[in-house]
């Protein structure tokens, strides 16, 4: 069936530091890919998404390479900041399929 | 302007209750949805509801029930209430339907006790 997980569950990184978030997809019939942060007490929140066509997109500090041959998307957070302390989401999405599915999370803790 | 939003914030209710949350979003959007978050932040979609016609329904007891009076609306009602029902449940929309960016609620905290 369709999974999408995470290399590690927790990911400490000192303030000012770069930060890689890892997902490892299962169906390569996926073409859409998003992360999302979700702090404390929040809902989740979009942070960039990619799709297939792609292998590399950047945004304000971060940036989503994705590596279809080895089904692997990855979240690069450039500068760390105590406000990126949360836990990420990536999720996939197949065309034509009604919903996105989401991985595990994992959760990012800047250190002062 | 909150552009998904739902009550309550938190919903605490004894076993064999019946409850709802409601969720409203002012974004145009056709598609909504209920997401379940468990205690090991695992997200999971229960129900979608494109222009009020349910599209997704994954194979969530028949105990919770969506209702959309009109698309921009899509409240859970929850019956008799089980302790592993206790979660927090989240709300969605989309502009067109599944599989695409979604805006998230809150959430609304649910402790059964």
């Known amino acids: 069936g369709e999974s999408v997980g995470l290399h590690l569950p927790t990911l400490s990184v000192q303030e000012g530091d770069n930060s890689i978030i890892n997902c490892a997809y299962s169906n390569s019939a996926s073409d859409y890919f998003i992360w999302y942060k979700q702090e404390s007490g929040k809902g989740p929140q979009f942070i960039i998404d990619?799709?297939?066509?792609?292998d590399k997109r950047q945004g304000q500090r971060v940036t989503v390479l994705l590596n279809k041959t080895v089904k692997h998307l990855s979240l690069q957070i450039a500068a760390t900041q105590p406000g990126d302390s949360a836990v990420y989401f990536c999720a996939e999405n197949k065309e034509g399929a009604q919903k996105l599915v989401f991985g595990q999370g994992t959760r990012l803790t800047i250190n002062p | 302007d909150t552009a998904v939003s739902q009550t309550p914030k938190y919903l605490v209710t004894q076993m064999g209750n019946d409850k709802s949350i409601k969720c409203e979003q002012n974004?145009?959007?056709?598609?909504m949805y209920w997401y379940k978050q468990d205690s090991k932040k695992f997200l999971k979609i229960m129900f979608s509801y494109n222009n009020k016609e349910l599209i997704i329904n994954e194979t969530v007891p028949n105990r919770f029930s969506p209702k959309s009076p009109d698309k921009a609306h899509l409240n859970l009602h929850i019956n008799s209430l089980e302790l592993g029902d206790s979660a927090v449940y989240f709300c969605a929309s989309s502009p067109r339907g599944g599989g695409e960016k979604l805006f998230f609620g809150s959430g609304t905290q649910l402790s059964v006790l």
């Open positions: 990619i799709r297939s066509n792609m």
């Open positions: 974004l145009g959007h056709d598609t």
